[in-house]
């Protein structure tokens, strides 16, 4: 059974710290997409990386790709208040229809 | 574009109930699914679809029907409603095979179960 872990599960600090969340498999994926869902709105979509060892930069936000396609981080620099959502990773393998969902890690960013 | 609509967006139900979610997309994606979000549980698939008359079983199926008449739309329904099915709903659709696979979600149904 394929199963993406994130963590941490929960995580607090104040605006202007840096972070990093971590989404990890024992299992190969062949992409992995990153979504941020607020709170009574569905996920919406941040990234997908697909080449192992792949970093992808979206303003403040650097995602990064294992270089075995097994895992994968989200690093927030100078996190502000409106980077407060639950983060979403999940992972493709091949040609599946259903993707694997991590539990996901609820961040909060106190201003 | 309004891209992935849902409604309705609350619903309580009483145990043996029916009912449909519906859920539209007017971005001409092929790919439509549904999953369920609890706490704790990241999202699971319920069913998916390729394609207008082309449905599939995803990891919890049990209690839910779709169907796909349309590329537009994709209603899902709950047989004889259980506690169980107490969640939220959120319908997605996707422009890509996998593995790209990107999700666009609609903006999902709370559902309780009494």
């Known amino acids: 059974t394929q199963l993406l872990e994130q963590s941490p599960q929960f995580l607090s600090i104040q605006e202007g710290e840096n972070l990093t969340v971590y989404c990890n498999s024992s299992s190969v994926f062949s992409s992995l997409q990153w979504y941020r869902q607020e709170p009574g709105e569905g996920p919406v979509l941040l990234v997908t990386?697909?080449?192992g060892g792949e970093v992808k930069k979206l303003k403040r936000l650097t995602f990064q790709f294992g270089d075995a396609r097994k895992d994968s981080s989200l690093h927030i620099t100078a996190a502000q208040p409106g980077d407060t959502g639950l983060y979403l990773c999940?992972?493709?393998?091949?040609?599946?229809?259903?993707?694997?969902w991590g539990a996901g890690t609820k961040l909060i960013i106190k201003p | 574009n309004a891209g992935v609509t849902q409604t309705p967006k609350f619903q309580v139900l009483k145990t043996g109930q029916s009912m449909t979610l519906q859920c539209a997309q007017d971005?001409?994606?092929?790919?439509m699914s549904w999953y369920r979000q609890d706490p704790g549980m990241g999202l699971r698939l319920i069913h998916y679809?390729?394609?207008?008359?082309?449905?599939d079983q995803g990891e919890v199926p049990n209690g839910y029907n779709v169907s796909r008449s349309t590329t537009e739309d994709f209603p899902l329904r709950l047989l004889s409603a259980a506690p169980s099915q107490t969640s939220v709903y959120f319908c997605?659709?996707?422009?890509?095979?996998?593995?790209?696979?990107?999700?666009?979600f609609g903006p999902g149904t709370r559902l309780t179960v009494t």
């Open positions: 971005m001409n994606h092929e790919y």
């Open positions: 990386v697909v080449t």
């Open positions: 997605a659709s996707s422009p890509d095979l996998p593995p790209r696979y990107e999700q666009y």
């Open positions: 679809s390729v394609g207008a008359g082309i449905t």
């Open positions: 999940a992972g493709a393998a091949g040609s599946n229809y259903q993707l694997i």
